[in-house]
């Protein structure tokens, strides 16, 4: 167990084989290391930085092996590498790249907030079992997903849409939530509503998911229909909500958010 778990050493890493090539993904913490100007860094910058604390292979796409390289969070930079927002690249880069970026960005964040043993209190580090960190003590820490539900409400020929105080000016989405302990998808999405916006509805219809790495939500999207109640706001939760036609829409969320995806598919048959 002591040979497995890495505390204060390098994770163990096996390089690329001779026909695969890797492309190394770099954090500082959980902020994701980029040039100046939005391209990832080569090797070359990587190495200005030293060894990484954490490094190990995230998967791979059309025989090319992605790679995670973490660092401390206050590592000095070389010029021209910078700690950047992956929210700066959404729809910047081909779907594949940005999917093992959002999954850099949630194991980086993940061994981040996990340095030390919640049961025992000891370092622990990176072990090849289970793809999990590990800890002398024989715990393991698994990366934490968050679920959390997202909904399109219809009435007729208008949807529900709600506005957060943290979005963009002017930009509206749709409903979500957090999935709470022992509840079901559908539990959640119901109460969700109802405590957000302070309607009840029906007919619930699964859309699809989305891995959603700001920082660790697994957002389960769905169309719903009105079913009662007059739109009430939390406040502490939602800046406004209203109902809108389907031909004089507000500004929406980005393309690459499900929540986006799922109003074009309302609209596609509508």
Same mark, same amino acid.
């Given at each position: ?11 163990? *890493? %096996? ?38 604390? /954490?490094? %190990?292979?995230?998967?791979? &796409? ?15 930079? @070389?010029?021209?590498? +910078? ?12 779907? /594949? ?25 000891? @370092? ?18 698994? @990366?934490?997903?968050? @679920? ?45 509503? *109802? ?5 009840? +509805? ?11 790495? &700001? ?28 109902? %809108? ?8 969320? /980005? ?16």
């Amino acid at each position: 167990m002591q040979e497995e778990i890495m505390s204060h050493k390098l994770t163990p *890493f %096996f390089m690329p084989a001779d026909d695969k090539k890797g492309t190394v993904i770099g954090f500082c913490g959980s902020d994701i290391l980029m040039r100046e100007d939005g391209t990832l860094p080569s090797m070359e910058f990587f190495a200005l930085l030293g060894e990484p604390k /954490h490094r %190990f292979h995230i998967g791979s &796409f059309d025989e090319e092996l992605y790679i995670l390289f973490a660092w401390e969070k206050n590592t000095p930079l @070389p010029e021209n590498l +910078v700690k950047t927002n992956l929210r700066h690249f959404l729809g910047l880069y081909p779907p /594949h790249l940005f999917a093992m970026l959002a999954r850099a960005k949630q194991l980086a964040h993940w061994i981040y907030d996990n340095q030390f043993c919640g049961r025992c209190g000891a @370092p622990v580090g990176y072990t090849s079992k289970f793809s999990s960190l590990g800890c002398s003590c024989g715990n393991y820490i698994f @990366p934490r997903l968050s @679920p959390a539900c997202i909904t399109l409400i219809t009435k007729g020929d208008e949807i529900l849409l709600a506005r957060s105080p943290y979005f963009k000016e002017g930009v509206y989405s749709l409903v979500a939530g957090f999935v709470e302990a022992g509840e079901s998808v559908e539990s959640a999405l119901h109460r969700e509503v *109802f405590e957000e916006v302070g309607i009840r +509805v029906k007919n619930l219809r699964y859309f699809g998911s989305q891995s959603w790495p &700001f920082p660790h939500s697994l957002m389960l999207g769905f169309f719903a229909e009105y079913d009662s109640g007059e739109i009430h706001i939390q406040e502490e939760e939602i800046e406004d909500a209203q109902w %809108f036609n389907k031909d004089a829409l507000p500004p929406l969320s /980005h393309e690459t958010s499900i929540a986006r995806m799922i109003i074009e598919e309302w609209l596609k048959n509508h």
